[in-house]
Structures are given as C-alpha cells and as structure tokens.
C-alpha cells in the first residue's frame, strides 16, 4: 500500500525559505521508473506542477520556479524534500507530493502553507 | 492562467450524463496523452483516468474519457451525488518539459 505525507511550517514570513518533506511508504524511490513530484494548489486556484526527482536523482523545475526551488530524496529515510526561497504571499498554498513521472497515481494529503508577516 | 482550459463549473442531476471539456494545444494534449483527476472537497486529488481513456483499478466504468487533436473530454453517465467534486485535466507539455494542468471544474449535483 502506497502512503505519502507531507510536513513543514503551517506559517512562514515572506522572504523566508520553506522546507517541506515527503514521508513515503510502500515503494522504492530507487526502482526503476519511479518518480515523486511535488504540487501545489493555492486556495480555491488551479494546481501547480513544482518539481519532481526520479530514481536515478534526475531533478525537473517548472520553468516559472526554477531558480526558487530545489528537490531533493533521501532513500534511506524514503523522503522527499523541497526547500522554496524568497516567500510570497503568492506562494500560499496546499503542497501536494506524489508519485509518477507522467501521471501521479498516489499523492499525500497535502500541507497548507500560509505566507504572511 | 492556465495551459489548459476547462470551463470553470457544470452540473447535472442524479442519472443524468455530463461531459467536462479540456482544450489545450500542440505542445500538450496535440502530442501527449491526457489525465483526469477527481478532487472531493477538503482532500487531496486522486488519479481518476490516465492516458486518455485508462481507467485505475476501483474507478467505475460511469467513468470515460476520450481525446481528439488538442482537446480531451471526460463523460460521467449515471450521476450520483458522490461524483460532485472538483475535476482537473493534465498534460505533458513539451514545450515546459513539464505536466501542466487545466483550471479544473466544479460539477455540481443538483
């Protein structure tokens, strides 16, 4: 049974550097083929393709976020983490993680993260 | 804004059909195949069709969805109330390298 999780502040200030976690179970992030991307959806908004790390530590940015966003898998603890630089109100969101390279089969329960001073 | 367009709300009545559009371009569904998700309120979206038509395993047949050129569809046949759920259409888009998705649509079941 495939299980993901996500963790990280509720609250953080503009500027500041968020670091969310990705706490799996049920796969292997180093099978072949397996890919975890992270999504975000601002309230009541569209979702937001953010990043994705695939088996072999290949690392994908949405093109908008590039420079923002870094991905990042530590298998022997089976995460996924993602660290997001220079907060805005803009970025307030529910942050998904979840598995697939094309399509995401499994995805955690989501973490809101609210930006504001 | 985004790559792709659905309309931004539809609705129907128990036993009734509704279809939900997606409309992309070239880039993403003129070349890639098409996913939809189902997202029940207050939770997180789950896989609900992937490569234009395939159904996961517990996704009811009521369920189908069919693509043409740049643009995709995803039919419901024989509402129920539990079907009342955001519903999100997705696309690789070769031009971002990256999965882009549709605004989503609000079904409603009256």
């Known amino acids: 049974q495939v299980t993901l999780r996500e963790s990280g502040p509720a609250l953080v200030k503009p500027t500041q550097t968020l670091t969310l976690t990705c706490t799996f179970s049920?796969?292997?992030?180093?099978?072949?083929?397996?890919?975890v991307s992270w999504i975000r959806q601002p309230p009541g908004k569209a979702l937001e393709w953010l990043a994705r790390i695939d088996w072999d530590d290949d690392k994908y940015y949405t093109t908008s976020l590039k420079t923002r966003l870094t991905i990042s898998m530590d298998t022997s603890k089976s995460q996924v983490g993602l660290t997001m630089t220079d907060l805005d109100p803009v970025d307030t969101a529910t942050y998904f993680c979840?598995?697939?390279?094309?399509?995401?089969?499994?995805w955690g329960q989501g973490t809101l993260v609210t930006v504001s001073s | 804004q985004s790559l792709l367009t659905q309309p931004p709300s539809a609705s129907g009545t128990p036993g009734q059909s509704v279809t939900i559009s997606c409309s992309g371009g070239?880039?993403?569904?003129?070349?890639?195949?098409v996913h939809w998700y189902q997202q029940l309120p207050g939770t997180a979206p789950k896989l609900l069709i992937n490569?234009?038509?395939q159904r996961p395993s517990g996704v009811p047949d009521r369920f189908s969805a069919s693509k043409a050129g740049t643009s995709a569809s995803l039919a419901i046949s024989g509402l129920q109330s539990e079907d009342e759920a955001d519903y999100h259409c997705?696309?690789?888009?070769?031009?971002?390298?990256?999965?882009?998705f549709g605004g989503g649509t609000k079904l409603t079941v009256l």
């Open positions: 490569r234009n038509n």
């Open positions: 979840a598995t697939g390279c094309d399509h995401f089969d499994y």
């Open positions: 070239s880039s993403n569904i003129g070349s890639n195949t």
């Open positions: 997705a696309a690789w888009d070769d031009s971002l390298n990256g999965p882009v």
């Open positions: 049920g796969f292997s992030l180093t099978t072949s083929a397996m890919c």
